[in-house]
């Protein structure tokens, strides 16, 4: 059983960033495939992004101009780098990751999920 959990989440004035950051547990975290999500009361979980093992990201065009992710395997963790923040960026921010298949960009392809850390940004 793998052990996600994020943090960083906060109350963050429009334009401003936050970093996200969430570990898992395990010794070949260095393999694991690591996505973010994030849901907004009433609405589906939206993928933001992913990291693969090797290091290969993808970031939807709705944030890529604002978004980053990165990794550091020595610390077992992944981080959401988000910058300009705007008030429709508020929701649930949930990092989730996959060992046993590859990485996608659907609530199922991964397997593991924290509890989700909030970001509200005001107007």
């Known amino acids: 059983q793998v052990q996600v959990a994020e943090s960083g989440g906060g109350l963050v004035q429009a334009g401003g960033s936050l970093r996200l950051s969430c570990t898992a547990s395990?010794?070949?975290?260095?393999?694991?495939?690591l996505g973010w999500f994030r849901q907004a009361p009433g609405t589906e979980r939206e993928f933001v992004g992913h990291i693969k093992g090797s290091g290969s990201i993808y970031i939807p065009d709705s944030v890529s101009d604002r978004f980053s992710i990165s990794r550091d395997n020595a610390k077992n963790t992944v981080y959401l780098q988000m910058n300009f923040l705007k008030p429709e960026d508020t929701a649930v921010y949930y990092c989730?990751?996959?060992?046993?298949?590859?990485?996608?960009?659907?609530?199922?392809?991964?397997?593991?999920w924290g509890q989700g850390t909030q970001v509200t940004v005001s107007s």
């Open positions: 989730a990751a996959v060992i046993k298949r590859g990485v996608g960009t659907f609530p199922s392809d991964f397997e593991y």
């Open positions: 395990g010794r070949a975290f260095r393999t694991y495939g």
